[in-house]
């Protein structure tokens, strides 16, 4: 360590009186071992709050010193602590001050120059001046002294931060000038930098160890901490090591003297100043800014020195300190409000200094503003209710009877209490405006305000609603009055309609439930007319509520019975009612309503009947349970009316006057017992429906006869049903014999003729079946009788399609050699122009089809035709005129494939063929066979499409063939082809647009074909290419996208019609309008036919040059101008930039050659052009 020992040469001048100026006088040093005893506690006096508890410590008089590391604070608090540890370092017995009391040393020291005080008081705080002008004598006096360097050394070891302390203690840690008189100690003692940090955390660490010793924690202190921080310049990891020791140092000292137990307590004041440790801890470190690793880290250190704290709950505990203050600051913002002082501005800063987060402000925000509710309402703040003590709790309840004997004492207890009255508590005068404010500075929305609102005043205006509606039902208050009270009561409350909608609803609850509960009290013991009377009460007491509610206006209750009466809702007016207590009611109640004459006759009211469908909702019974209660009751006396007219109208001879007779009686029954028309019906059809079956067993051939037809319909007239509610029965009773009906219409030919279709009408109306029944049971015989015609042209085809080992393979049999009808043999050819012809059997299918009128045509549309009208008047012109027809659908309700005697591929064979024989046939039945195509196709179940697609195949083969033959011989389509191939699109049913697509295919394929042929045979003539190409243009085909020419094909076409016409000067550069014909013909870009012929002109031009040069060399002049006049024409093309490199006296020569050539005939100026394309050319300077 650095410092110099001069600075104690002044020890042989010093004096025992100076000395003590400074608390180290020689007569108090304790030289013997430090006896330390720690504070004792002693409690206050009982009747302070356990909150306010303090200790008084005390000290042991008898000794003025304690261990060097000694934290036992008096009174707690940062200054007094770094007063304390500066009196336990200078009261330190040391070497130096041992040898400074031998008098014999300071004898040998001569003159008292210095004083001892000052001596030390420079070692404690010495100054530059006087270590400046210390002698080097004193080294030797105080060696000759018994004091050496090392002695000298731990002194000042202990004295700067004594220093370090002083200095704080004098300027105090918010000084001005404290932190630049803490840094200059340094260098006045000589310290390292690491020591001198050391030193600083220590000082910090003692400080903060004095501010938890006070229990009463204060905002100030968080302000104190981080000045003392600023004051000894610590850094973040400085601080936490400074807080750890502290925590160390301050739990070994309070576990000396408490218990973990007695720690556990949260109001123990040693407990308390361990919380404030913690949270001072909390907040220098978040106040650092510390990342949250580093936090992490430092504060888990802090918390496992005071107890082995886990994280959570340190950090918990030191919320728990700094909650208070927040609290306290809130409290102030409500005494403050009206002087605008206060705003959320404020309250975040003070959230941000104390560590609240939003989640916790906002619990204590909406805590805070409750108290201001109450507050408001002249209520006490809290409302604290004490714990009854019940000295029979732990006793075990052993019978349900003591239970319910339990409950209904504290019920009794509960309506024994007078009713509270708390009319006069409402809010204050500019309430409204005060909370208003309050929310918007502690930011509440709207919901959280209106619930602390709603939960401070919603028992006093519970108490308002409950008496009104008390009164409203007890008919002292009209509904209106009634509703006035409680809306006024709501706006004095300061409650929302949304908050009262919910609370409308308990109290109604509340205020119905009542009188149900007492009532099921007389049901349980069968007092029937209490229950009856208190139930008439109840529905008059429901009523009035919902006349209340009326006034209101509130679409929630416009179902007043399912808000209130959910017997599933435990909260609900019959929620507490068991299911049998509940049906048990409404029995007593339905029974009581029935009333009986003196004749014995049974009768309910209209006015008994609307309070039953009441009380069924009060009791939350459905309908269809009331039903049956009626049902049950009144059954039995309705099916006996019903049976006895029923019986009486099927013996015959029924008059008019019977009917009467019956209808009466019936009547009287559904009258006096007001029964349901769906009652009267479900006794009245089992009925009728026996009365069918009755005649349809007794009746000739089960068809009814005239007069059984009649006894059925004075039956549905008796009982009152429509002919369309018994056509089921009709069906299922009379359907089998209108299906024989059919059959023998059918006859052998299997068509119903005319004469046949009005006596089976006229069955259907006697046999009473449905229209849409009697279409079923039709399409029913005639699919029976359609099935195997359309199997026999199955098996027929497979035999055409099949051999006979694959006919075997699929049957399951061994088949020969079969023959057809027409004594040949079957032929596998897919069935197109088979010797086998199944023609006139599908025919005889389409027939029975068609003529029994099986097809469905439906209008799905219209479309416009023109039509021809005849003159008006002789010798007058014929008009055309536009119509609108309708457009019709076919529908095929059975087909082969839906009937499963058929699969898909065999009907799209079946379809193929009978296309095929339509298309080929040259017969009288061509037409015929054309006509059927679509309606045999829906007999088998074909779609639409699927029968275009195979007209389209075979249009196909049919294009194919015709197209490539014709176009083989002509070279194109003429007129007549094109009819031929309309006609044939016609006969097989091909749209226009697929037929057109089907024609262009094939002119692809032959033209692709045609363009191999061409330029894969060899090098065709440019005249060949050029008849090619204008072929495909007359025929809109494009060489590429169409014919499927290559872009490289296309290029070497171009190229080889154009190279002859640039050899022999046909083609020059005047020629572009030919060029781009060319180009655009073979579907070349501008840029594609300039690089082609860029490249054939270099090419041509390369090859002359090397002729030229060939010419010169051998001496042959004259064929050498010939091929550079070759040259020149090329030139032309390129503006004369061939691109040649050629030697500058080839070059020369050539051009002179060229020039003295013969020009007789030539223009001038043509003569002029081509010298000067060539020079340009070879490269000639001019």
Same mark, same amino acid.
């Given at each position: 360590?650095?410092?110099?020992?001069?600075?104690?040469?002044?020890?042989?001048?010093?004096?025992?009186?100076?000395?003590?100026?400074?608390?180290?006088?020689?007569?108090?040093?304790?030289?013997?071992?430090?006896?330390?005893?720690?504070?004792?506690?002693?409690?206050?006096?009982?009747?302070?709050?356990?909150?306010?508890? *303090?200790?008084?410590?005390?000290?042991?008089?008898?000794?003025?010193?304690?261990?060097?590391?000694?934290?036992?604070?008096?009174?707690?608090? +940062?200054?007094?602590?770094?007063?304390?540890?500066?009196?336990?370092?200078?009261?330190?017995?040391?070497?130096?001050?041992?040898?400074?009391?031998?008098?014999?040393?300071?004898?040998?020291?001569?003159?008292?120059?210095?004083?001892?005080?000052?001596?030390?008081?420079?070692?404690?705080?010495?100054?530059?001046?006087?270590?400046?002008?210390?002698?080097?004598?004193?080294?030797?006096?105080?060696?000759?002294?018994?004091?050496?360097?090392?002695?000298?050394?731990?002194?000042?070891?202990?004295?700067?931060?004594?220093?370090?302390?002083?200095?704080?203690?004098?300027?105090?840690?918010?000084?001005?000038?404290?932190?630049?008189?803490?840094?200059?100690?340094?260098?006045?003692?000589?310290?390292?930098?690491?020591?001198?940090?050391?030193?600083?955390?220590?000082?910090?660490?003692?400080?903060?160890?004095?501010? *938890?010793?006070?229990?009463?924690? /204060?905002?100030?202190?968080?302000?104190?901490?981080?000045?003392?921080?600023? *004051?000894?310049?610590?850094?973040?990891?400085?601080?936490?090591?400074?807080?750890?020791?502290?925590?160390?140092?301050?739990?070994?000292?309070?576990?000396?003297?408490?218990?973990?137990?007695?720690?556990?307590?949260?109001?123990?004041?040693?407990?308390?100043?361990? %919380?404030?440790?913690?949270?001072?801890?909390?907040?220098?470190?978040?106040?650092?800014?510390?990342?949250?690793?580093?936090?992490?880290?430092?504060?888990?250190?802090?918390?496992?020195?005071?107890?082995?704290?886990?994280?959570?709950?340190?950090?918990?505990?030191?919320?728990?300190?700094?909650?208070?203050?927040?609290?306290?600051?809130?409290?102030?913002?409500?005494?403050?409000?009206?002087?605008? *002082?206060?705003?959320?501005?404020?309250?975040?800063?003070?959230?941000?200094?104390? +560590?609240?987060?939003?989640?916790?402000? =906002?619990?204590?925000?909406?805590?805070?503003?409750?108290?201001?509710?109450?507050?408001?309402?002249?209520?006490?703040?809290?409302?604290?209710?004490?714990?009854?003590?019940?000295?029979?709790?732990?006793?075990?309840?052993?019978?349900?009877?003591?239970?319910?004997? =339990?409950?209904?004492?504290? /019920?009794?207890?509960?309506?024994?209490?007078?009713?509270?009255?708390?009319?006069?508590?409402?809010?204050?005068?500019?309430?409204?405006?005060?909370?208003?404010?309050?929310?918007?500075?502690?930011?509440?929305?709207?919901?959280?305000?209106?619930?602390?609102?709603?939960?401070?005043?919603?028992?006093?205006?519970?108490?308002?609603?409950?008496?009104?509606?008390?009164?409203?039902?007890?008919?002292?208050?009209?509904?209106?009055?009634?509703?006035?009270?409680?809306?006024?009561?709501?706006?004095?409350?300061?409650?929302?309609?949304?908050?009262?909608?919910?609370?409308?609803?308990?109290?109604?609850?509340?205020?119905?439930?009542?009188?149900?509960?007492?009532?099921?009290?007389?049901?349980?013991?069968?007092?029937?007319?209490?229950?009856?009377?208190?139930?008439?009460?109840?529905?008059?007491?429901?009523?009035?509520?919902?006349?209340?509610?009326?006034?209101?206006?509130?679409?929630?209750?416009?179902?007043?019975?399912?808000?209130?009466?959910?017997?599933?809702?435990?909260?609900?007016?019959?929620?507490?009612?068991?299911?049998?207590?509940?049906?048990?009611?409404?029995?007593?109640?339905?029974?009581?309503?029935?009333?009986? %004459?003196?004749?014995?006759? /049974?009768?309910?009211?209209?006015?008994?009947?609307?309070?039953?469908?009441?009380?069924?909702?009060?009791?939350?019974?459905?309908?269809?349970?009331?039903?049956?209660?009626?049902?049950?009751?009144?059954?039995?006396?309705?099916?006996?009316?019903?049976?006895?007219?029923?019986?009486?109208?099927?013996?015959?001879?029924?008059?008019?006057?019977?009917?009467?007779?019956?209808?009466?009686?019936?009547?009287?029954?559904?009258?006096?017992?007001?029964?349901?028309?769906?009652?009267?019906?479900?006794?009245?059809?089992?009925?009728?429906?026996?009365?069918?079956?009755?005649?349809?067993?007794?009746?000739?051939?089960?068809?009814?006869?005239?007069?059984?037809?009649?006894?059925?319909?004075?039956?549905?007239?008796?009982?009152?049903?429509?002919?369309?509610?018994?056509?089921?029965?009709?069906?299922?009773?009379?359907?089998?014999?209108?299906?024989?009906?059919?059959?023998?219409?059918?006859?052998?030919?299997?068509?119903?003729?005319?004469?046949?279709?009005?006596?089976?009408?006229?069955?259907?109306?006697?046999?009473?079946?449905?229209?849409?029944?009697?279409?079923?049971?039709?399409?029913?015989?005639?699919?029976?009788?359609?099935?195997?015609?359309?199997?026999?042209?199955?098996?027929?085809?497979?035999?055409?399609?099949?051999?006979?080992?694959?006919?075997?393979?699929?049957?399951?049999?061994?088949?020969?050699?079969?023959?057809?009808?027409?004594?040949?043999?079957?032929?596998?050819?897919?069935?197109?122009?088979?010797?086998?012809?199944?023609?006139?059997?599908?025919?005889?299918?389409?027939?029975?089809?068609?003529?029994?009128?099986?097809?469905?045509?439906?209008?799905?549309?219209?479309? =416009?035709?023109?039509? /021809?009208?005849?003159?008006?008047?002789?010798?007058?012109?014929?008009?055309?005129?536009?119509?609108?027809?309708?457009?019709?659908?076919?529908?095929?309700?059975?087909?082969?494939?839906?009937?499963?005697?058929?699969?898909?591929?065999?009907?799209?064979?079946?379809?193929?063929?009978?296309?095929?024989?339509?298309?080929?046939?040259?017969?009288?039945?061509?037409?015929?066979?054309?006509?059927?195509?679509?309606?045999?196709?829906?007999?088998?179940?074909?779609?639409?499409?699927?029968?275009?697609?195979?007209?389209?195949?075979?249009?196909?083969?049919?294009?194919?063939?015709?197209?490539?033959?014709?176009?083989?011989?002509?070279?194109?389509?003429?007129?007549?082809?094109?009819?031929?191939?309309?006609?044939?699109?016609?006969?097989?049913?091909?749209?226009?647009?697929?037929?057109?697509?089907?024609?262009?295919?094939?002119?692809?394929?032959?033209?692709?074909?045609?363009?191999?042929?061409?330029?894969?045979?060899?090098?065709?003539?440019?005249?060949?290419?050029?008849?090619?190409?204008?072929?495909?243009?007359?025929?809109?085909?494009?060489?590429?996208?169409?014919?499927?020419?290559?872009?490289?094909?296309?290029?070497?076409?171009?190229?080889?019609?154009?190279?002859?016409?640039?050899?022999?000067?046909?083609?020059?550069?005047?020629?572009?309008?030919?060029?781009?014909?060319?180009?655009?013909?073979?579907?070349?870009?501008?840029?594609?036919?300039?690089?082609?012929?860029?490249?054939?002109?270099?090419?041509?031009?390369?090859?002359?040059?090397?002729?030229?040069?060939?010419?010169?060399?051998? +001496?042959?002049?004259?064929?050498?101008?010939?091929?550079?006049?070759?040259?020149?024409?090329?030139?032309?093309?390129?503006?004369?930039?061939?691109?040649?490199?050629?030697?500058?006296?080839?070059?020369?020569?050539?051009?002179?050659?060229?020039?003295?050539?013969?020009?007789? +005939?030539?223009?001038?100026?043509?003569?002029?052009?081509? =010298?000067?394309?060539?020079?340009?050319?070879?490269?000639?300077?001019?």
């Amino acid at each position: 360590m650095k410092f110099s020992a001069i600075a104690f040469a002044t020890v042989v001048a010093s004096s025992a009186s100076t000395a003590s100026a400074f608390t180290v006088s020689p007569g108090v040093v304790n030289l013997s071992p430090a006896s330390t005893q720690r504070a004792v506690a002693f409690p206050t006096t009982a009747t302070q709050p356990r909150s306010s508890r *303090a200790f008084i410590s005390s000290r042991n008089v008898a000794s003025s010193s304690s261990s060097p590391t000694s934290l036992n604070l008096a009174g707690g608090g +940062g200054t007094e602590a770094l007063q304390d540890y500066i009196t336990s370092l200078s009261t330190t017995a040391s070497p130096l001050v041992t040898k400074m009391k031998n008098p014999k040393l300071i004898k040998l020291a001569g003159v008292a120059a210095v004083p001892l005080s000052y001596a030390l008081g420079a070692a404690m705080t010495p100054s530059r001046r006087l270590a400046a002008r210390a002698v080097g004598g004193v080294v030797a006096a105080v060696t000759a002294g018994g004091v050496g360097k090392n002695a000298v050394e731990e002194d000042v070891r202990r004295s700067c931060p004594s220093a370090i302390a002083s200095r704080l203690v004098e300027l105090g840690v918010d000084g001005d000038f404290v932190s630049d008189g803490i840094d200059r100690l340094k260098e006045d003692y000589g310290v390292e930098e690491e020591d001198f940090t050391t030193m600083k955390t220590e000082v910090y660490s003692v400080y903060l160890v004095g501010m *938890a010793k006070n229990p009463l924690a /204060k905002t100030a202190e968080l302000k104190e901490l981080a000045n003392l921080r600023e *004051a000894l310049s610590l850094d973040n990891m400085q601080v936490g090591q400074a807080h750890a020791d502290a925590a160390k140092t301050f739990y070994r000292d309070v576990t000396r003297f408490t218990s973990v137990e007695e720690l556990d307590d949260e109001d123990h004041p040693d407990r308390v100043s361990l %919380d404030k440790m913690l949270f001072l801890t909390e907040r220098a470190f978040r106040q650092g800014k510390e990342t949250d690793e580093a936090f992490t880290f430092e504060f888990s250190r802090v918390a496992k020195a005071l107890g082995e704290l886990s994280m959570s709950e340190a950090l918990e505990r030191a919320k728990d300190v700094a909650r208070p203050f927040y609290e306290r600051a809130l409290a102030s913002t409500r005494s403050k409000l009206e002087s605008g *002082a206060v705003n959320s501005d404020m309250l975040r800063r003070a959230r941000v200094t104390l +560590g609240i987060t939003d989640e916790e402000a =906002k619990e204590m925000h909406v805590e805070s503003f409750a108290q201001e509710v109450r507050s408001q309402l002249g209520l006490p703040d809290e409302e604290d209710e004490e714990d009854e003590i019940d000295i029979n709790q732990d006793k075990r309840v052993e019978t349900v009877a003591e239970i319910e004997a =339990k409950m209904q004492k504290m /019920k009794e207890e509960e309506a024994s209490k007078p009713v509270e009255d708390t009319s006069a508590i409402k809010f204050k005068d500019g309430a409204f405006d005060q909370l208003s404010k309050l929310q918007e500075v502690l930011g509440l929305n709207d919901e959280d305000a209106d619930y602390e609102v709603a939960a401070a005043t919603e028992r006093y205006w519970r108490n308002t609603a409950l008496q009104t509606l008390d009164d409203a039902i007890a008919g002292t208050k009209d509904p209106a009055k009634a509703w006035g009270i409680i809306q006024s009561r709501q706006k004095e409350l300061f409650l929302k309609d949304s908050s009262m909608k919910s609370m409308m609803t308990s109290i109604i609850m509340q205020s119905l439930g009542k009188p149900l509960e007492k009532v099921n009290t007389f049901a349980r013991v069968n007092n029937a007319a209490a229950t009856y009377d208190g139930l008439i009460d109840a529905i008059a007491a429901k009523e009035t509520c919902k006349d209340v509610l009326k006034e209101a206006g509130w679409s929630e209750f416009e179902d007043f019975e399912k808000a209130c009466f959910d017997p599933f809702d435990k909260a609900s007016a019959c929620g507490f009612l068991t299911n049998m207590d509940r049906h048990n009611m409404y029995q007593i109640f339905f029974q009581r309503s029935v009333k009986v %004459d003196e004749e014995g006759g /049974k009768s309910i009211s209209d006015e008994a009947k609307a309070r039953m469908k009441e009380l069924r909702g009060m009791l939350g019974i459905s309908d269809e349970e009331g039903e049956n209660q009626i049902r049950n009751f009144f059954g039995p006396e309705l099916q006996s009316v019903l049976v006895a007219a029923v019986e009486e109208v099927t013996r015959g001879n029924t008059t008019d006057v019977l009917l009467q007779n019956m209808k009466e009686k019936i009547g009287s029954v559904i009258s006096n017992f007001q029964l349901e028309d769906e009652m009267v019906r479900s006794y009245a059809g089992p009925l009728y429906n026996r009365a069918v079956e009755q005649i349809s067993s007794t009746a000739p051939g089960g068809i009814p006869s005239k007069d059984q037809v009649e006894t059925l319909a004075s039956l549905r007239e008796l009982l009152s049903i429509a002919m369309e509610d018994v056509y089921e029965v009709h069906s299922n009773t009379f359907g089998s014999q209108y299906n024989k009906g059919i059959k023998e219409a059918l006859g052998t030919t299997g068509v119903i003729r005319e004469e046949f279709r009005a006596p089976l009408e006229d069955l259907k109306s006697r046999l009473g079946v449905s229209d849409q029944a009697a279409k079923d049971i039709y399409l029913e015989a005639l699919s029976e009788r359609m099935k195997p015609m359309i199997e026999y042209i199955s098996n027929e085809m497979e035999r055409l399609v099949l051999t006979n080992d694959q006919l075997a393979q699929k049957r399951g049999d061994d088949y020969g050699e079969d023959y057809f009808k027409s004594g040949q043999k079957a032929s596998g050819k897919l069935g197109l122009g088979t010797d086998g012809n199944i023609m006139s059997d599908i025919m005889n299918l389409i027939d029975f089809y068609v003529e029994n009128d099986i097809v469905e045509k439906s209008a799905v549309g219209t479309k =416009k035709v023109e039509k /021809k009208v005849p003159a008006d008047e002789e010798g007058g012109e014929e008009k055309t005129i536009t119509v609108e027809e309708p457009v019709y659908e076919s529908a095929y309700p059975i087909t082969a494939m839906g009937l499963q005697c058929i699969d898909e591929k065999v009907a799209e064979l079946c379809y193929r063929q009978f296309v095929v024989s339509s298309f080929t046939d040259q017969s009288p039945n061509a037409a015929r066979y054309e006509a059927s195509k679509a309606t045999f196709g829906g007999i088998l179940g074909l779609t639409a499409e699927k029968m275009e697609e195979i007209g389209s195949n075979i249009g196909g083969m049919v294009y194919d063939n015709y197209i490539t033959q014709s176009m083989s011989t002509k070279g194109a389509l003429d007129q007549q082809d094109m009819m031929f191939l309309a006609n044939i699109q016609g006969k097989l049913g091909i749209s226009a647009e697929k037929g057109e697509q089907m024609m262009l295919d094939t002119q692809k394929k032959i033209i692709s074909e045609e363009a191999s042929a061409l330029l894969d045979a060899g090098s065709p003539t440019p005249e060949q290419i050029k008849a090619f190409r204008e072929k495909c243009n007359s025929m809109g085909l494009d060489l590429e996208t169409d014919v499927g020419l290559s872009k490289s094909r296309l290029v070497s076409m171009f190229s080889m019609e154009i190279t002859p016409g640039i050899d022999s000067g046909d083609i020059t550069i005047e020629s572009a309008e030919q060029l781009q014909e060319i180009q655009e013909s073979l579907g070349l870009s501008e840029e594609e036919g300039e690089e082609v012929i860029a490249t054939l002109i270099q090419e041509r031009a390369n090859g002359v040059l090397a002729d030229v040069v060939g010419c010169m060399l051998r +001496g042959m002049d004259a064929v050498a101008v010939e091929s550079m006049e070759v040259l020149v024409q090329y030139a032309a093309f390129v503006d004369g930039d061939l691109g040649f490199e050629v030697e500058e006296s080839n070059a020369n020569k050539a051009y002179n050659m060229f020039e003295n050539k013969d020009w007789s +005939g030539v223009d001038e100026e043509e003569v002029e052009r081509q =010298k000067a394309l060539l020079k340009k050319a070879l490269g000639v300077s001019a």
